[in-house]
DNA sequence: TTAAGCATTAAGGTGTGATTAAGTGGCGCA
DNA sequence: TGCGCCACTTAATCACACCTTAATGCTTAA
């Protein structure tokens, strides 16, 4: 905690830290956060609990939940909790700060470093993307059919736009390539029991969704 | 409210919150507002209670309404006191915001990117439709045989005219697939209480009509 | 009342996409 | 120069979602 708390603030971010529960979700609300940390176990609710009245009540901002478990319970309460990301102990400082500076970076337009969709970031100078505080390194094509996909989201794209966006054809091969690369994604980003992302739209081709 | 408020601003559209319920009615013909969202519970009155004097003062405009419960009774509620559209809390951005995207975007010709009828939307890129705050995935036909009513509102579309322009026949074959395909989407479309949509005119084919 | 038109339902076949594994070629390294 | 690894592609087989057909039930208009 204390730790976590240094690292933040040489990184130059200002930190608040709350450690009681009394009033904690209608003091986030005056304090309104560019982003929240939960730490499990967290006073007598639990963190989850926290988190999903958090959202209720109608909060916004990214929200990263650090678990002690790692199991894929644990996982998915998270996310159903309203939780963006999480991240488990032991806490490690360059990673979590990395993926604390990809959730606090500007979102809006100019020089985006980053991709964001959902929980999941694609950022573009390292080419290295995150989830569930999961690094995930990706080979040069599945890079670039990433974030072909994240440029466009929930847009659904055709077989003959992807191969010319990520492979550079402009005619259409008896190839099955992209069914491929789609699988190599998927068994890379939705491989721990994550919510599906890469959808497939039969006869069409495919759409980056939440739902 | 707050967190709503900020984000349709940093969207770029202009917003004007107001909480009294005093001469509501009379302050909105004035706004003349391109889309208003209606949040429960409101002042003494319900929101659908304004929404219904609302829509009998001849409002016209699109209208949203967000509400606690998620319960049949209730969407058919708000249907009823002339909501276009509801939306259930948790609010969560980008959803709510993909929706007023889509009802704020210009209607007139040119790049079109949604077709729209009463309160029933096509996303063309996502190819999924709205209504009802509730998003609706379809297949190919469906879409194409959808997408081919909403680019004909109000007008009878004969059978040879939908088979030659959803299923690319030119002859009239012996099949029902029309009929099978209607109710697809009628099960889809209409399937939740929603207002018919869909028409059959007898001896001739199919019209998108409100009444 | 009756026939024609449409609605509804369910079951089968087809094609599209998923999956798996084997092949190819480039690049670093010994 | 040759070996081996890794990224990428091809190919072959499997699975199932979607589309179609067909058979039955219901409505409407003469």
Redesign the interface.
């Given at each position: 905690m204390q730790a976590m708390r240094s690292d933040l603030e040489q990184s130059g971010y200002d930190v608040i830290c709350i450690n009681s529960n009394t009033e904690f979700v209608n003091k986030v609300a005056d304090i309104k956060p560019d982003l929240l940390i939960i730490e499990e176990p967290w006073g007598k609710d639990s963190g989850l609990e926290t988190c999903k009245q958090l959202?209720?009540?109608?909060?916004?901002f990214p929200l990263v939940v650090i678990m002690n478990g790692d199991t894929v319970d644990d996982r998915v309460a998270c996310l159903q909790a309203?939780a963006d990301d999480y991240f488990v102990k032991p806490y490690r400082s360059e990673t979590f700060l990395r993926l604390v500076r990809l959730y606090l970076q500007p979102t809006?337009a100019g020089q985006t470093e980053s991709l964001k969709f959902d929980n999941l970031i694609l950022d573009l100078s390292s080419r290295i993307a995150y989830r569930g505080g999961q690094a995930i390194s990706l080979t040069m094509k599945e890079y670039d059919l990433l974030k072909y996909l994240m440029e466009h989201p929930?847009?659904?794209l055709t077989r003959e736009q992807i191969l010319e966006n990520v492979w550079g054809f402009d005619f259409l091969g008896e190839s099955n390539v992209i069914e491929v690369y789609i699988r190599y994604l998927r068994l890379k980003v939705e491989g721990n029991g994550e919510k599906k992302l890469i959808h497939t739209?039969?006869?069409?081709g495919y759409?980056l969704?939440?739902?």
């Amino acid at each position: 905690m204390q730790a976590m708390r240094s690292d933040l603030e040489q990184s130059g971010y200002d930190v608040i830290c709350i450690n009681s529960n009394t009033e904690f979700v209608n003091k986030v609300a005056d304090i309104k956060p560019d982003l929240l940390i939960i730490e499990e176990p967290w006073g007598k609710d639990s963190g989850l609990e926290t988190c999903k009245q958090l959202r209720l009540s109608g909060a916004v901002f990214p929200l990263v939940v650090i678990m002690n478990g790692d199991t894929v319970d644990d996982r998915v309460a998270c996310l159903q909790a309203g939780a963006d990301d999480y991240f488990v102990k032991p806490y490690r400082s360059e990673t979590f700060l990395r993926l604390v500076r990809l959730y606090l970076q500007p979102t809006q337009a100019g020089q985006t470093e980053s991709l964001k969709f959902d929980n999941l970031i694609l950022d573009l100078s390292s080419r290295i993307a995150y989830r569930g505080g999961q690094a995930i390194s990706l080979t040069m094509k599945e890079y670039d059919l990433l974030k072909y996909l994240m440029e466009h989201p929930r847009e659904v794209l055709t077989r003959e736009q992807i191969l010319e966006n990520v492979w550079g054809f402009d005619f259409l091969g008896e190839s099955n390539v992209i069914e491929v690369y789609i699988r190599y994604l998927r068994l890379k980003v939705e491989g721990n029991g994550e919510k599906k992302l890469i959808h497939t739209v039969r006869g069409v081709g495919y759409a980056l969704r939440d739902a």
